[in-house]
């Protein structure tokens, strides 16, 4: 892969003390200690990992579509398509996801709270007297083999890694470069990748994994994406290998080394994908099919959604659409990697000017997908969405909510199963858009509980009474699986990785299984999954 062991040895201390800045795996310790671990490496450490991110960052970039590909797929079904007609024939799009998704009314019971001054005398907060209304953007629904936002994160980078692919065989010949894709043992970017890139497009795409806290739904994507004919995956029981694909990725020198998508998808591919759902939304809003929405929450992990949102209501403004009017109206970033929230709490990680020289922060991302939508002939929203930034998005960086990284905190926890019990949802002006039967909603520990903990808190506040306040719902619906026999990849995977797996517990009434390795079956656990279509 054109990379010696030398650069190996380095990217095992810059991964390591990367993963402990990111992740937050470094428990309790302050950026103090963390420089101290450093030691007077630490500068070149910090460089190296910008490097390395910024290399993810770039590696699928933008491309136009193929004949193929405009052949096969209306612009017209692409929100940006549709408000910037021009960019179809310049940014490749495959569509993905089966749009709209549709916005719900919803209604649970009020969590707990500090006080109760904000509540109406005699009524007791979490109790069936006591309720917060709401709104959700059922991103879940997007599609029936994997929902979620990252559908919308992938329509133009599965689409720009196959135009590039067509390109790189045609002037080097031999076979499509493969498609690394990074993220934690129960990151919804792997599955979705896998899903929609290799079962769907053909694609050869290898899941990269690190390690995140046990938890039942981390293991359930873990599985899912073994079950899809994935022929390489490299995860941190096996750390060298792993260094090796990544740094190969980002540093080898070869035509043919792996694409490599980076944590989230966050590049500018992936936010513009994003964009589309706040001009789908504006386009609800103009059809009278929901009202004007004053806030909209959803939770940040790479920040490749809340940057496309930012941008999207951004654009929707600019160009003059009847929605997101209200002067109060707020971007509600909430943070679910709790390192990145006490950076944020102590230097305005992000959201200060200075971030924008990092990857992974909403500066950044805002910044260099403005300029790709320059150079593709769109309009110049930078100053714009810095404005939106500044002054219309809040960060809910509170410790408490964000707890750690990958699971419930006890707050989100305990909240989740009062949505459970108390939650009713009904699409707006009856319709469903099709589906048929309509999935329940749940709140995972590791993105959404947190997020929707934030928003019924905020809807609890006097000022807050009466607003209509919607919820971004982030994971998907469904819980994919394919015709690969998981249950025998995950029995061969390192024993690591295996304790790690077999360690997570249901924190859903929704969501019963369990995962063992030694003593279990499959059968504990496939009741959760659906076999997708094509994989019979």
Known sequence: MGIGTGPVVLGAGVAALGYALAKGVVRGATLTSVAIVGGGLSVGYLTMIKVLLERM????????????????????????????????????WRRLGTFPTPVHRGECGAPPTPSSATLPEGTVSGSSAETVRFYVKREDLSSPLYGGNKVRTLEHQIAVVEATNEAHTATHGGRPRDLLVFGSGG????????????????????????????????????????????????????????????????????????????????NPSGVLGQIAGPLELAEQIERGEVPDIDGIYVAVGSGCTVSGIILGVTLARHLGLHAFQSPDFKIHACPIVDTFATL???????????????????????????????????PDILEEAL????????????????????????????????????????????????????????????FCAKAFYAMATDLQKPQNRGKNLLFWQTKSAVQPRGAEDEWSRMQAMPSVVQTWACKGKAESKLRPGSVDTNAGTAEDYRGLTTRVKGAE
């Open 57 to 92: 960052h770039s590696s699928v970039g933008i491309a136009p579509p193929t004949p193929t590909q405009q052949a096969d797929e209306d612009p017209t079904k692409h929100a940006l398509f549709r408000h910037l007609p021009g960019l179809s024939t310049k940014l490749a």
């Open 187 to 266: 990151s919804n970017q792997v599955v979705a990748t896998i899903v929609h890139g290799l079962h769907r497009f053909g694609m050869s795409v290898s899941p990269v994994w690190v390690p995140d806290p046990p938890d039942l739904d981390n293991t359930l994507n873990m599985l899912s994406a073994l079950s899809f004919p994935i022929q390489n995956w490299y995860s941190w029981g096996a750390p060298f290998p792993m260094l090796s694909a990544v740094f190969g990725a980002a540093f080898g020198s070869s035509a043919s080394r792996p694409i490599l998508l980076p944590m989230g998808g966050n």
């Open 344 to 378: 944020h709490r102590g230097t305005g990680f992000y959201t200060a000017a200075w971030s924008q020289y990092f990857p992974l922060t909403i500066q950044h991302s805002i910044r260099r997908t403005c300029e790709a939508l320059v150079k593709l002939g769109g």
């Open 387 to 446: 404005e939106m930034l500044a002054h219309h998005t809040d960060v809910h960086d509170d410790a408490s909510i964000i707890g750690t990284y990958g699971v419930h905190s006890e707050t989100s926890r305990t909240f989740a199963k009062l949505f459970d019990d108390t939650v009713t949802l009904t699409p707006v002006n009856g319709a469903d858009h099709g589906i048929d039967p309509l999935p329940r909603m749940w709140l995972c520990g590791h």
